[in-house]
């Protein structure tokens, strides 16, 4: 049995069950939800301190009513089948009496007329723009030069007489936005009133489930979906943010932010198939808890994934080949209040993209390929500390861009006529100026040249070719607005900007693909962008025969833009062969710097080792002065007379001198002038030897 939830204003505490009042910690534990999204909103934007500063809450009524004022044509649900009906009555009479007020679709005339038409043309399937002239907005400046498609955009269709061929061919592959209705009421691929002759077999198919269990009054009395934690943002790391839906239900009907968190969750979908039939066998809680979450998480993903149905037309989706924990996030639950959204972008990968609304309102806005990024983006209209959340892109920015693209397109003409009248006239002077103001004609060289010093002054050829590359940004500029109700599916090509906004409290679902029709610019996306899943998709289409065809026209793209694939096992080996090639050059040049550094010491050694021979020929030179002055102490010692010793001081001091001589010059001398040392020395002491005898004598 589901508990009602308690009023706002009644206090709360984390665990349910009313605060003590008087006690210190009642206060603190007022909020409950409150406090869950106060942290929820500080992770998501911690710069922002007051997220009720633009006072968005108070002039938004306003807004949606000029949106809506015109939007009267409201018509019940499709009847279904009469035995669908008698099979689940109480189904389709709550589908019902839930749309009866906000499904919009066209008038009994149109469809009575649809259904007598029998002929295969376009007609068949086509609605009215016309019926709702404020829903469905085109903005085209320059109608005669703006490259737009002839059908009005974007295309209104009607999923009970649309087969797949025709969206295929006719929709799809042109990459033309369609607003396809009927489809979450068992309605699609023209199985309403008659069967394509090209559909051997017609799809029947029963309501979503989704349009009983999504509204908001059974999601906030769903026990399945109320504990459960779902993203509503990121923090600068890129971390997930999570709150509780059974909290986020509550804020979503009390807050007055300026752009409000928005329920866009993935992970809801996503479940492991891991084999849990052992759980019970052990005794590890920890083991047994984790367990027992991804159990209710995968029966959670299994019971979201049976509540709607991927419609026939976007059914064949390339990158299931590719395992769900390889491909990039593609399926959405989303949940908004009002005043949140989405603001501009592509959807990534170059995918197409189709958006199913279940309860409430969207506005959203096209821009078609060719018009620039920073057009787009509001480059040059966006004031100082302005916020680009969806709301602001739509109340202000939006409105600037479109002022912007007017004046620029006026601007353009008023040049052109400017410049054939002034080419009327001849060449040799113009009759009007930049601003189409009219100038007097030059009467003389002098006043020419002094006209012309003073415009150069003003650099009037600079500002007019500025404000030309300005109004060229604008040239062919176009944008397409429309509303979005319950039961319809919006289909966005890929390449197509846009932006969305939640008037009203939503929830949907939305999901990227890629077909036959848009591979070429997936591929060319994905081989770069996600380059080893590339290769695993490469890989499952040459495995399949009946996508080898879409293998080969991988295979040739890559060719014509001499793209080389990262994870090619030959591109793997070609790479390996350049690292080798590197470290043996790399290698090359080590060895041969090596080899210059011994060839320059081999130069240099020389020069350092004649420092150790003078000094070896220094020591030997010392030790024959040690020799003489020895030997001059014993003759000394033996000399009585005066002029012996003079005779032997006098021999012993030129003995002396002569070695200290040789010592100075020692830096220079060779071997020989030793020997001739050595040998005069000889001499000296024999002559002082016969000396002696003869003295004895």
Known sequence: MTTPEKPADQPQTTSGKPPKHGTATATSRLMGWRDEMRRARKLHRPSLKDWECDGLYHIFPDFVQDILMDDTSVLAVPPPPDDEAAAAPSRFGAVRSLFQSSYCSTNDNNNNNTNNNNNNNSSDHHCD???????????????????????????????????????????????????????????????????????????????????????????????????RLFKCGEDDNGRSVKVKLKHFLR??????????????????????????????????????????????????????????????????????????????????FLVGPARSGTTVHIDPLATNAWNTLIQGKKRWVLFPPHVPKHVVKGKGVIRDNEDDEAIHYFMFILPRIKRKAAAAVLQQQEEELIHNNNSQHGDHYHLYDKNGKPQAQPTSPSSSLSSSSSSSSSNPVKKAKSNEDASSHYRHFCCYEFTQHAGETVFIPNGWWHAVLNLTDTVGVTQNYCSERNFDAVWRQTRSGRPKMAWKWLLQLQDRPAYRHLAQRARQLNAMDSFAMKYDPTEIAKRRQRRQEQQEEQQRQEDQEKRQR?????????????????????????????????????????????????DSDSSSSSSSSSSSSSSSSSSSSSSEDDEEEEENEKEDEKEDHRRKQRRKG
């Open 129 to 227: 723009h016309n019926s709702n002239p404020k829903t469905y907005e085109s903005f085209i400046p320059d109608k005669a030069n703006t490259p737009v498609v002839a059908q009005q955009i974007p295309a209104l269709l009607d999923g009970r007489f649309l087969t797949t061929h025709e969206f295929w061919s006719q929709y799809e592959a042109p990459k033309i936005p369609c607003v396809i209705r009927n489809i979450p009421f068992g309605y699609e691929g023209g199985n309403g009133s008659r069967a394509d002759a090209n559909d051997n077999n017609p799809v029947v198919v029963e309501p979503w489930r989704a349009l009983d269990a999504w509204p908001l009054p059974r999601l906030r009395q769903d026990e399945d979906l109320r504990d």
């Open 598 to 646: 011994q060839e320059q010491a081999l130069i240099i050694a020389p020069k350092k080792e004649e420092n150790p021979e003078t000094t070896q020929r220094q020591q030997q030179e010392s030790a024959g002065t040690d020799r003489n002055k020895n030997d001059d102490g014993s003759a000394n010692n033996d000399d009585d007379d005066d002029d012996g010793s003079t």
């Open 251 to 332: 804020y979503q009907r009390h807050n007055r932010d300026d752009s409000p968190l928005y329920i866009f969750d993935t992970s809801c979908f996503e479940y492991s198939s891991d084999d849990d039939s052992d759980s019970d066998e052990s005794d590890n809680t920890e083991k047994n808890n984790r367990r027992n979450k991804k159990r209710a998480d995968a029966m959670v993903a299994k019971r979201l994934l049976q509540d709607y149905r991927v419609p026939i037309y976007f059914r064949q989706d390339l990158f299931q080949l590719v395992s769900e924990s390889r491909r990039a996030p593609y399926r959405w």
